[in-house]
């Protein structure tokens, strides 16, 4: 072959290859992203407490080997059964390997493995005792790195509430509303009273400026029992954007009145609009009733043309907003 004809086929070989890299790389692109979606939508379906719906997403992306979908597929198959399947144990497993804390924790909750009772594992197969001493090493030296998350798993592996306190210190914002919700529960010693509700305040203001809504809600509800209205519902309003649905009802039951107490403003449209976007939570929870009961309310007092404008406003909610959640603490 002379050399023209050489250098023409190194150049095409060369183009080909670019191309065949180019074309693999938007497929595994690609693939990533379904991957992503696929674990968003099963865990937004789970948070709403329709775990057999989340259940198809998670599968897919949990095949693809994506942890947290693992994590939640574990979760979904557990509660939607009332005990560990093999098939949760398995998607728990594949999670835990991977390094996830949380699937550490259930697998080292699993006393009830037929295969530990029996003594008959497979061969490789670690026992909850082996999966707790890896939690807790794991856990102990991220949080020795300042995660405040995993201070507070660490606090779940343990009990000690020191751990608790030090995520919720360290700015865990789930932490820091567990934490005050423990403390108003009647949780620790204080000499006076006073110093207690103010550390349950601060707790739950760190909490809610955290972007935790629950938080949100314990803040607004401290501020609105001191006549503080002006922040009641400047959080009321913040949960109810980041998707919580008891805030959600809450600010869309608020704007219902002609005369909230709270100083919300008559907006019958934007009420009912929330209402609207409640009634998607058929699948669990105290919620779906309460919306539908409200919505009828609203609704007598509205004209035709204002009803099809709250159901546009719903549909530009859920376009612009967070979905739905109930919030369910992971563990």
Known sequence: MNTPNRLKQKIFTSLFFSLGLIFS???LSAQHSEQLNDRKNGIELYNQYKTTAAIPYLEKAA???DQEAQYYLGEALRKKNRYMTPEAQSAYEASALQGNIYSMIRLADNSDDLCVAMGNCPEGRKDPKEWLEIAKKTAGT???EGNAESMYLMFRITGN???LEKSAANGFAFAQYY????YRDGKGFFILPSKRYETVENLMKASAEGGYPKGMMEYAAIRAEKKDF??????NKKAAEAGYTSAVYGYGLNLSTKASEFGF???PITSYALMHLLLELDGGGDILDAAKYSIEKISVNMSPEQIE???ILSREWKANHPALSYFPDKL
């Open 25 to 27: 790389a938007h497929s």
């Open 63 to 65: 095949k693809a080997g």
């Open 142 to 144: 991220q949080a020795a």
């Open 161 to 163: 509430d020191e751990w």
């Open 179 to 182: 934490l005050g919700t423990g």
């Open 230 to 235: 002006e922040n009641y519902r400047s959080w």
């Open 265 to 267: 403003s008559y907006d």
């Open 309 to 311: 404008k709250a159901k």
